[in-house]
């Protein structure tokens, strides 16, 4: 059974959250105030497989206590927040998520998102290089490597290509792009994610070749160009 500890103030949301969870079998602890999270972080999170974490917290930040829980733990932490700007993301990751979703979300999704972080934590042991073929992601440091020299990607590719990297020879369509990139509340044409893969290609120079397109469906990262 997996223990998960929730540090969110929105109540309903942590009512939801905790019905679909605990319907699954996990076994949940939320705190609604950030200073009390805070207090309860510095005992220790033993027994604990994942943090779901929300930003605007009364008393501490999220961003806080994100920090706070890097000093003591490796555990697998995701920003669950309303704050979906691209700086707020990258400093989320920056200071060591391993997931950022914007609100609204599917539960399904959070629940394997959450399932997933778990089982490639392995007892809290997170490896934050992700490989395939030429291409190597940091996504600690944020950081791209294409056959050993590193290369600058703006937010946007990098966030397309670790979706990419963490579900290697899937089919992934633009939606689910849109979706974990752009977040739930984008309306424009889903034609932005082609442009945005075609500069990702162009940045990884060779191995860009790597990331297939799939006819009528959308795209696939394999290892080989």
Not at 130 to 140: F, K, S
Request: with cysteine.
């Amino acid at each position: 059974m997996n223990k998960i500890l929730i540090i969110e103030d929105d109540e309903h949301i942590c009512r939801v959250i905790e019905a679909y969870f605990t319907a699954k079998g996990a076994d949940i602890k939320i705190i609604n105030n950030g200073s009390d999270a805070c207090e309860y972080i510095s005992e220790g999170l033993e027994g604990f497989d994942i943090v779901l974490l929300d930003i605007m917290l009364p008393g501490i930040d999220g961003f806080s206590i994100c920090r706070l829980i890097r000093r003591i733990s490796d555990i697998p932490i995701v920003f669950i927040t309303a704050r979906g700007r691209e700086e707020d993301v990258l400093y989320g990751y920056d200071l060591g998520c391993d997931d950022y979703i914007v609100k609204p979300f599917s539960l399904a999704m959070l629940y394997a998102k959450c399932e997933a972080l778990i089982k490639r934590s392995g007892g809290l042991v997170i490896n934050t290089m992700l490989e395939c073929g030429a291409i190597r992601l940091d996504t600690r440091m944020l950081r791209c490597f294409t056959g050993g020299i590193e290369i600058d990607l703006p937010p946007k590719e990098f966030a397309i290509l670790r979706y990419l990297m963490e579900h290697q020879n899937w089919v992934v369509d633009r939606n689910t792009l849109l979706n974990c990139v752009w977040g739930y509340d984008y309306f424009g044409s889903d034609r932005v994610v082609d442009n945005h893969i075609k500069k990702l290609r162009r940045a990884l120079g060779s191995a860009g070749s790597q990331i297939k397109t799939v006819v009528s469906r959308g795209y696939k990262l394999t290892n080989t160009g």
